[in-house]
């Protein structure tokens, strides 16, 4: 019965999570010109410069925001869309159903989006 | 429209007879306006001059029963508690709460609304069940930890909060902001321990989660109830218990009879009736 306490507690937690990634997100890539970090971007220019990207991506520090930020969005999100369609009152069924298609939606994104990020990552040390 | 130039009041009812009607319809009725009458003074006059069969509940007249909770001129209300001239215009359009089943005419079937609240234990829960029943004194409780629930204390279960939330309209799992407020209402007194008995509910579907924070329960209350405030409170309690940082509270105890010489200037207790 703890089910849905858990669930809420958890997308709080994921909202706290995005708040702070997304702010850092929003910070590096359009506020450099006011919070301006030299080992952001160190080729100078714009933080979405090639060299600027590869400088960041050779930290593992990067995909593993990328990660986290990623599964807090994921379970923020389809869970917000998992509330909205049982307010819905669907049958018990395809109650079951729409949690069992979320779930695999959300792990099949963040299975894609982790590969990317590691991918990302190998790439740039590899340059 | 003033009072002074009120004379006659048109009341459009909502009827329905299961007997007779296969579903509700309106109708209308002219009766004379007297001041200082309520929407409940109007019904008693339909039923006496237009209608004598039409049905609703209605107990105490002064706003302290719930019984005459209905949706007048499209607001859930008490009828004994709102003025006809308040209203605005010369028409009053009366029908039963919305949310639940009408049984006849004005009056709905409350019954789910008090399973709900049944379901979530709104008592004072103790392990010393004996003092509850055989009380040996007073549980100290300080005018601050009153302050906390006795707001929510107030609610007298007329079900306009629940006619107007529209959550429970839609979901059929949700327990409504009355017995969600009434659980918090509990959970806060000091007096009682019954947090984790009333958590095997609330931390599921028929929890405070399902709460859009839209506030028509609190705008309706007619006893200026804040059941949206108690349902984000009870959130955040619950968030905090799944996160073990909710203080673990000790039921109040017996507090120690005071002692010393009693003041002269105060009478004594009258002899017991029963």
């Avoid at chain 1, 599964?71 to 018990?92: C, K, Q, S, T, W």
């Avoid at chain 2, 509700?24 to 237009?50: A, S």
């Avoid at chain 2, 007249?61 to 010369?90: I, K």
């Avoid at chain 2, 009366?94 to 009056?107: E, G, Q, T, Y």
């Amino acid at each position: 019965m703890m089910r849905d306490q858990k669930l809420w507690t958890w997308h709080l937690a994921a909202g706290a999570v995005i708040l702070v990634f997304l702010g850092l997100h929003m910070t590096i890539m359009h506020l450099d010109k006011v919070v301006s970090v030299a080992s952001l971007n160190p080729a100078g220019g714009h933080p979405i410069d090639w060299n600027n990207v590869v400088a960041r991506g050779k930290s593992v520090l990067f995909p593993l925001t990328y990660v986290v930020l990623l599964g807090a969005a994921l379970f923020h999100g389809l869970y917000g869309v998992r509330n909205i369609l049982f307010e819905l009152d669907p049958a018990h069924w395809l109650k079951r159903t729409i949690s069992a298609v979320l779930l695999l939606v959300g792990v099949g994104l963040f299975v894609v989006g982790t590969w990317a990020a590691i991918a990302g990552f190998s790439l740039a040390r590899a340059i | 429209m003033s009072a002074k130039s009120l004379t006659e009041v048109t009341y459009r009812i909502r009827r329905f007879n299961p007997e007779r009607d296969s579903a509700p319809h309106w109708e209308e009725y002219r009766i004379p306006y007297t001041p200082g009458m309520t929407v409940l003074d109007g019904l008693w006059k339909v039923k006496e001059l237009r209608a004598p069969d039409l049905a609703w509940r209605s107990s105490c007249r002064m706003g302290v029963c719930g019984s005459c909770g209905m949706l007048v001129n499209g607001m859930a209300r008490l009828a004994c508690n709102t003025q006809v001239t308040d209203l605005g215009g010369d028409t009053v359009v009366v029908a039963p709460l919305p949310n639940f089943d009408i049984i006849r005419d004005l009056v709905p079937e409350l019954a789910p609304m008090f399973d709900n609240h049944r379901a979530l234990q709104p008592y004072v829960i103790r392990e010393d069940a004996r003092e509850l029943g055989e009380p040996t004194g007073e549980f100290a409780q300080s005018a601050h930890e009153l302050e906390q629930y006795l707001q929510f204390s107030y609610c007298i279960k007329c079900g306009c909060c629940m006619a107007a939330c529209p959550t429970y309209a839609t979901d059929a799992l949700y327990s409504g902001p009355m017995p969600l407020g009434q659980a918090h209402r509990y959970n806060t007194d000091t007096r009682d321990g019954g947090f984790a008995a009333r958590r095997e509910v609330l931390a599921g579907e028929a929890g405070p989660w399902r709460c859009h924070y839209a506030g028509e329960c609190s705008r309706v209350c007619p006893k200026g109830v804040d059941p949206a405030k108690a349902i984000q409170l009870m959130k955040r309690e619950l968030v905090l218990d799944y996160l073990r940082l909710r203080k673990a509270k000790c039921p109040a105890k017996v507090a120690a009879k005071p002692s010393g010489v009693r003041r002269p200037e105060i009478p004594d207790a009258p002899a017991p009736t029963v």
